[in-house]
């Protein structure tokens, strides 16, 4: 699977858009993008996830480059609950493969 | 409801003795795995599953051991030989590709087992 490189922290005031980055550099054609969040000593919950196109749920959008090597992970109007690590990762699809975390960008919002 | 259930949540252990971790899904899912959490660090794989009786190595496999005797149980034993035994210990599960379904994993509550 390959390789993400994320900020290791960042800061969002309330009410305002979080734009996380991320970049995969090296990631092949049947990988995707999925994103999770870790809120302190809890599980990580799943986000979202695309392989090219943009994508958008209840909780956040996916923004991912043309060229698939970065993306952006936004929560439109971040609050105070959205403080948390969040996660890239790069998944094959094509076969079963293993999940693998990297440090993740520590998000803090703030009034 | 369907979920993925991790017991204990909080285990201590004294030092020299092996100790298994629990970890149960509902969800139907094929592939599971297990992760090592150190304070302010990312997840580390240590073994994933992705179909009854068979198991990969992750990362950081050494000094850990797990089965997968059935698809629903994914039990993790630390051993005597992992050195620094004391972390978080977290379970996920998912679906494999081309069974249309979802195939984002499902993560437990975790485990934090701590060695004295």
């Known amino acids: 699977d390959a390789k993400t490189t994320q900020p290791t922290s960042m800061d969002c005031a309330e009410g305002r858009a979080a734009n996380l980055p991320c970049n995969h550099s090296?990631?092949?054609?049947?990988?995707?993008v999925y994103w999770y969040r870790q809120i302190h000593s809890q599980g990580p919950q799943y986000i979202i996830h695309?392989?090219?196109n943009n994508e958008t749920n209840e909780m956040a959008s996916l923004i991912i480059t043309e060229d698939r090597k970065s993306s952006t992970l936004i929560l439109p109007h971040a609050t105070l609950r959205d403080t948390a690590v969040y996660y890239c990762i790069v998944r094959s699809i094509g076969t079963a493969s293993k999940l693998t975390f990297g440090t993740g960008t520590r998000l803090q919002v703030t009034l | 409801d369907g979920g993925i259930t991790q017991s204990p949540k909080y285990l201590f252990r004294k030092e020299g003795q092996n100790v298994t971790l629990s970890c149960e899904q509902n969800l139907n899912h094929d592939a599971m795995y297990w992760y090592r959490q150190d304070p302010g660090q990312g997840l580390r794989l240590i073994y994933y599953s992705q179909i009854v009786n068979d198991f990969q190595k992750g990362d950081i496999a050494e000094g850990y051991s797990v089965s997968r005797e059935k698809k629903e149980s994914f039990p993790l034993t630390v051993t005597s030989a992992q050195k620094n035994p004391t972390a978080f210990y977290l379970c996920?599960?998912?679906?494999?590709?081309?069974?249309?379904?979802?195939?984002?994993?499902?993560f437990g509550q975790g485990t934090r087992l701590t060695v004295v």
């Open positions: 996920a599960s998912s679906a494999l590709p081309g069974q249309g379904a979802r195939t984002e994993a499902f």
């Open positions: 695309g392989l090219k």
């Open positions: 090296t990631i092949s054609g049947n990988e995707y």
